[in-house]
Each structure stands twice: as structure tokens, then as C-alpha cells.
């Protein structure tokens, strides 16, 4: 699976940010899709994975992120979304989608990665 991120930029706090994943290769929905996000000096984390669209498209977030980001998939066009709304500057990182066959929240654990999209929120 080759994955190609989009989408970063710069916003103010309280902003709003849509990421794309776009993936190409195997099969995209027999993988569970992610977005981690890295800050300088810290480790690539966790943000929201969404799981096989026949298994009713699941979603999971890290705490920081529910009620603000919104995962969804679009398997016609293998396609991966993020939606960040009410931004904070504490979001600033580096984004990189993911996938795996199977959900784990360690990065470790994702086999296939996108080049990673910047996002930067200013206060």
C-alpha cells in the first residue's frame, strides 16, 4: 500500500483543518486506516484509526482529539480523511496516515506509511 498525505498547513487556534490520505496498491478496505501526529523532540503518537468499511467503519481516538476530529474513509476513491476542528496549538505536528491489517495504537505496530503532512496552529 502506497500512501500519499495532504492537507497540513497553517491556521489560527479554533481553526479547522481537513487531512486526505490518498492509497493506492492492495486492496485499501482490508486495512484499518490511522493518523498519528509527531511534534519536534516527541514521539510519532496516536490521533484516530477507522476500521474495515464491511465491519461498519469503527472509529477510535486518543483522548486529546474526541469531539474535535472526525476519522471517516471513502472506499471508492481510497481515500482517508481527517477533520480537525477547534484546533489548539498543542495539535502542532507533523500528520502521517497509516495502515495496518490490524488496529494496534503503537506506531510500531502499522506497516505502511504516508510522507507525513505538517500542521501548524498558531494562537
Known amino acids: 500500500v502506497q500512501l500519499q498525505a495532504s492537507g497540513g498547513g497553517l491556521v489560527q487556534a479554533g481553526g479547522s483543518l481537513r487531512l486526505s490520505c490518498a492509497a493506492s496498491?492492495?486492496?485499501?478496505?482490508?486495512?484499518?486506516m490511522g493518523w498519528f501526529h509527531q511534534a519536534p523532540g516527541k514521539e510519532r503518537e496516536f490521533v484516530a484509526a477507522i476500521s474495515y468499511s464491511w465491519s461498519g467503519g469503527s472509529t477510535l481516538y486518543t483522548n486529546s482529539v474526541k469531539d474535535r476530529f472526525t476519522i471517516s474513509r471513502d472506499n471508492a476513491k481510497n481515500t482517508v480523511y481527517l477533520q480537525m476542528n477547534s484546533l489548539k496549538p498543542e495539535d502542532t505536528a507533523v500528520y502521517y496516515c497509516?495502515?495496518?491489517?490490524?488496529?494496534?495504537?503503537?506506531?510500531?505496530?502499522?506497516?505502511?506509511w504516508g510522507q507525513g503532512t505538517q500542521v501548524t496552529v498558531s494562537s
Open positions: 497509516a495502515a495496518a491489517p490490524v488496529l494496534r495504537t503503537a506506531s510500531k505496530a502499522w506497516d505502511y
Open positions: 496498491g492492495r486492496t485499501f478496505n482490508r486495512y484499518f
